[in-house]
């Protein structure tokens, strides 16, 4: 029965298929267990990608619309590059897709790109986890244009610690931490954060990018020391381009979009525990659906 | 001789219980023999009053004289001369506001039935599968479209027919716009509206899909790659909320969220992963024709209670008569003159009721209808674990944002010349949602039929 489903869909897809770019997957590359990065070729969006802005992919016909932010673009050899963690059916079968492949549907890039303020020096970005993906063209793209940048990477345990060597390459300082110790520094994000602030490191700006848990606390680290905080949201979003109002966040008591207004927003304005409430909204319908596979599976 | 009876030949339905359950087409169609009976009750009248009430001037009289005489297929090509999208308009227009609400017949009675008779002969040559597409040889001028929902869908149609080699670009992974996304599959099946596109493709009409315009690429950006002209089409945008408390609450959504999810995605069939909310108890806000598409769709997605929660009373729902009819016939409750002040939320923030407070209608406001007004103290709360806002939306701001020129007026929509529908940037012309707000597809579809005769004048001139 199941077959028959996805042959009409194969089908109807092809029916439906009008003239479009073919998004072939170049490279691969899995960086730990849960998160795979991979560099696709899509020239339009490559030529015009910005820090900060995002794509939103669909795998296959069957497949959801989900955005993911742009880790890195390459102008010339007409590539971006997608750096994301196994959270749900899409990205499992995003990773599932090997070099020669293609996705079916790409769209972007979306988003406003982030905007530095203008008397800014000295910059602190921190990635948490998978975050770091998007830390990392954010760092890089202040350090090539001169800013003092400083970068705290969190991780839960070694095993999923990513881009040491990239962060390297575009910071004055870099502090590895992880949850339990296992390496670099053993501690948050916030505390590291906390701590060089309060040894003296002057920071105009905070760009935080990870776990909304984590966000919402670097934002009440800084907030006392009045040092402005960009936070990049994750919101759920279906179509990307301000006309669905699924990635609706407050932000200073007003609606926002995130899709059209951000993804960045200023951290102190944000009201994270709504944010985090309304991401749980599909959740337990997800792991549903997930068990009912796994039995149907079983069943065969 | 003149069909002298006072009612339609009423349209064939699925039974309101069993449809309630699935998302086949509630309306079925008129057989060629109902379709001639119907098409007999037309007097032909000589000043063609229906003409007037169609936005795209579409020529009733004589294509019913052709459906009476049984030559389905002249009639057909009757419509397309001047409607690109007649299958779609046969099912969705407001008729009873525009054409029907002109036929001299529904003075006394109802009017001829104009959207059944559209439908039917646009069913009849698209099942036959004998369509002919007039390919135009091309004339050399390029023109882009932003958007492939009705009003670019039309303005590509028009301009394809004089010659002109249009590309349309489409945000989404598919063209026709709300079409797609917002009309649900029980009323406007998206194989039909699929069809419709594939004709305009057969004219030679190219689709670019997933390419948002004023991000990918802008506007100044087409017209260097050599595009003449410029056709914005891009719809409406953010959705309202009404800025009560609880609007954040896990269970709340616009109806263009909730439709999407179930239109384009496919939520509705299990095979897709696209979720859609799983609701015992829904109130969607609004009366309008999506309040009526939210409320029907969640009805088929299994609640067992939907509400309309509108603040006005029934005369003042901008819905279809026909929407309203059949979302009843259904089984949707209908809380006119309530309006909603607060969602509350259980311990888990998942909203679980929606206090209302009873309106009653007061003077006429600026629109013209009847203000409604809280009556004191007369909050309740309703039951629900879902809530649809359906209140409207605001035009998109990408394009506006991104092209130099581009006028706005304080909404930000689109500024034109009404008569022209050319923007405050040579060369562009706009319509739709884009320039109107929410409005009809029909609409939509008259401003890209007249934004097409300007850009045909536009660059003859050049």
Not at chain 1, 278 to 296: F, I, P, S, V
Request: proline share 4%; hydrophobic share 40%.
């Amino acid at each position: 029965m199941c077959d028959i489903i996805k042959t009409i869909a194969q089908i109807q897809a092809k029916f439906y298929r009008e003239v479009n770019t073919v998004f072939l997957i170049t490279e691969k590359t899995v960086l730990n267990q849960d998160v795979v990065k991979i560099k696709v070729s899509a020239p339009l969006i490559a030529k015009k990608a910005l820090p900060g802005q995002f794509i939103i992919f669909r795998v296959n016909e069957l497949g959801e619309r989900v955005p993911l932010t742009i880790a890195d673009y390459d102008r010339e050899g007409g590539t971006i590059t997608l750096i994301f963690q196994l959270v749900g059916n899409s990205t499992r079968q995003l990773a599932q897709l090997e070099v020669g492949d293609s996705i079916l549907d790409l769209v972007g890039p979306l988003g406003v790109a982030t905007e530095i303020p203008e008397d800014v020096k000295s910059v602190c970005v921190i990635g948490g986890g998978v975050g770091c993906a998007i830390a990392y063209p954010q760092a890089k793209a202040l350090f090539n244009q001169g800013y003092d940048v400083d970068v705290i990477a969190g991780f839960r345990n070694k095993d999923i610690v990513i881009l040491e060597n990239e962060f390297k390459a575009v910071s004055n300082n870099l502090y590895v931490c992880t949850d339990d110790g296992s390496y670099g520094i053993k501690g948050l994000v916030t505390a590291v954060l906390k701590e060089q602030i309060d040894s003296g490191k002057k920071y105009d700006l905070v760009i935080a990018i990870g776990p909304i848990p984590m966000m919402k606390f670097v934002c009440k680290t800084t907030e006392p020391y009045e040092i402005k905080t960009i936070v990049s949201l994750n919101p759920v979003m279906i179509d990307g381009t301000g006309m669905c109002g699924g990635c609706r966040v407050t932000v200073g008591g007003k609606i926002k979009y995130a899709c059209v207004d951000g993804p960045d927003f200023d951290g102190h304005q944000v009201d994270f525990d709504e944010l985090m409430r309304r991401n749980g909204t599909y959740r337990e319908q997800e792991h549903e659906c997930r068990m009912m596979k796994l039995a149907d599976k079983a069943d065969k | 001789m003149a069909n002298m009876a006072m009612e339609k030949v009423p349209m064939p339905e699925r039974d309101p219980k069993e449809r309630a359950k699935c998302f086949e087409e509630v309306a079925t169609g008129y057989t060629a023999a109902m379709a001639q009976e119907e098409a007999a009750r037309c007097l032909g009248c000589k000043a063609m009053p229906c003409v007037k009430g169609c936005p795209v001037g579409v020529q009733i009289p004589d294509f019913i004289q052709k459906i009476a005489a049984g030559d389905f297929e002249g009639a057909y090509d009757t419509i397309t001369a001047t409607n690109s999208l007649p299958a779609v308009c046969g099912r969705v227009c407001p008729q009873e506001s525009q054409c029907e609400g002109k036929c001299v017949r529904g003075v006394k009675g109802e009017p001829v039935g104009i959207g059944r008779l559209e439908r039917f002969a646009a069913d009849y040559v698209r099942e036959k599968g004998n369509k002919k597409i007039e390919t135009v040889p091309s004339n050399g001028h390029k023109v882009a479209v932003i958007g492939g929902g009705p009003a670019g869908l039309t303005c590509a149609g028009d301009l394809a027919k004089l010659g002109y080699q249009v590309t349309i670009f489409e945000a989404f992974q598919v063209a026709g716009g709300v079409l797609m996304y917002g009309i649900p599959e029980f009323r406007l099946p998206k194989q039909i509206v699929q069809e419709e596109i594939n004709n305009l493709k057969d004219m030679g009409v190219e689709i670019r899909t997933n390419m948002v315009i004023g991000k990918i690429q802008s506007i100044d950006e087409l017209m260097e790659e050599g595009f003449e002209a410029v056709f914005v089409g891009s719809g409406a945008g953010l959705p309202r909320f009404m800025g009560i408390p609880g609007e954040g609450l896990i269970g709340v959504c616009s109806a263009n969220e909730y439709l999407t999810r179930i239109n384009l995605m496919k939520g509705y069939l299990p095979e897709y992963e696209t979720p859609v909310i799983k609701s015992k108890a829904v109130a969607v806000v609004g009366g309008g024709n999506v309040a009526m598409d939210a409320a029907r769709s969640a009805l088929r997605m299994g609640a067992e209670h939907v509400y309309i929660v509108y603040r006005r009373s029934e005369a003042e729902m901008p819905a279809r008569l026909e929407e309203v009819h059949h979302a009843k016939e259904e089984g949707v409750e209908f809380l006119n003159l309530n309006n909603p002040v607060e969602l509350i939320g259980d311990e888990n923030g998942r909203v679980c009721g929606m206090k209302c407070i009873r309106m009653e209608l007061g003077e006429p406001d600026e629109s013209g209808r009847r203000r409604p007004v809280e009556i004191k103290g007369s909050e309740y709360v309703l039951d629900v674990d879902t809530v649809i806002m359906s209140i409207g939306t605001s035009p998109n701001p990408l394009i506006r944002s991104t092209t130099e020129g581009l006028e706005a007026n304080r909404w930000g929509c689109i500024v034109v010349n009404e008569e022209t529908m050319a923007t405050t940037k040579e060369g562009v012309y706009a319509g739709g949602d884009a320039v109107t707000g929410a409005a009809t597809v029909i609409l939509a579809m008259g401003a890209g039929k007249t934004a097409a005769a300007s850009i045909d004048e536009y660059i003859r001139s050049k």
